[in-house]
T-cell receptor, first 113, second 111 residues
Framework: EPEVTQTPSHQVTQMGQEVILRCVPISNHLYFYWYRQILGQKVEFLVSFYNNEISEKSEIFDDQFSVERPDGSNFTLKIRSTKLEDSAMYFC???????????FGPGTRLTVL | QKEVEQNSGPLSVPEGAIASLNCTYSDRVSQSFFWYRQYSGKSPELIMSIYSNGDKEDGRFTAQLNKASQYVSLLIRDSQPSDSATYLCAVMGTGFQKLVFGTGTRLLVSP
């Protein structure tokens, strides 16, 4: 069964460093998402991406964040200058169509020291 | 502020019993509703989607939607210890692409 994959599974970085989190969505899906979950808190939407552009973003998704689909399979989230409060699980998700079910990848645990 | 509310639990049920999980949402334009299961340290796993009023059954799971009351529920029949997890309710509005999640209800099924 097709699934969303994410790398790395765990990323440790120093405050102020740039990180890139990678995702490979399900191949026939057209809508891509990033969510995050701080330990013990709810899953929060960051950004949605369709047709090579951002279609919706949350107030969390400020200028420190960017997304890109560099080729036909990868979808990346870049955090330019990490802060301690960026420590969280970051989940990529994809959907075949708008309003359809979103399928989540296994997540990347980001730890900012 | 669009909110999705769930009782955090834990909801404790014995093996073989029916577990009933509830969720209310504040945004009346919400059109799509989802239940995810999340084991500790893992990602949300889709269990059910429901888009229209009434019941939708899939195996041991039944989702119920009442848009007039802004209420979604999930019933798990014949609960198993492996069902012990946090169950997340998620809601999406028409024309919007983001899922708004509740805090989740922790379910404990005892053998």
């Amino acid at each position: 069964e097709p699934e969303v994959t994410q790398t790395p599974s765990h990323q440790v970085t120093q405050m102020g460093q740039e990180v890139i989190l990678r995702c490979v969505p399900i191949s026939n899906h057209l809508y891509f998402y990033w969510y995050r979950q701080i330990l013990g808190q709810k899953v929060e939407f960051l950004v949605s991406f369709y047709n090579n552009e951002i279609s919706e973003k949350s107030e969390i998704f400020d200028d420190q964040f960017s997304v890109e689909r560099p080729d036909g399979s990868n979808f990346t989230l870049k955090i330019r200058s990490t802060k301690l409060e960026d420590s969280a699980m970051y989940f990529c998700a994809s959907a075949e169509d708008l309003d359809n079910e979103q399928f989540f990848g296994p997540g990347t645990r980001l730890t900012v020291l | 502020q669009k909110e999705v509310e769930q009782n955090s639990g834990p909801l404790s049920v014995p093996e073989g019993a029916i577990a009933s999980l509830n969720c209310t949402y504040s945004d009346r334009v919400s059109q799509s509703f989802f239940w995810y299961r999340q084991y500790s340290g893992k990602s949300p796993e889709l269990i059910m989607s429901i888009y229209s009023n009434g019941d939708k059954e899939d195996g041991r799971f039944t989702a119920q939607l009442n848009k007039a009351s802004q209420y979604v529920s999930l019933l798990i029949r014949d609960s198993q210890p492996s069902d012990s997890a946090t169950y997340l309710c998620a809601v999406m509005g028409t024309g919007f692409q983001k899922l708004v999640f509740g805090t989740g209800t922790r379910l404990l099924v005892s053998p």
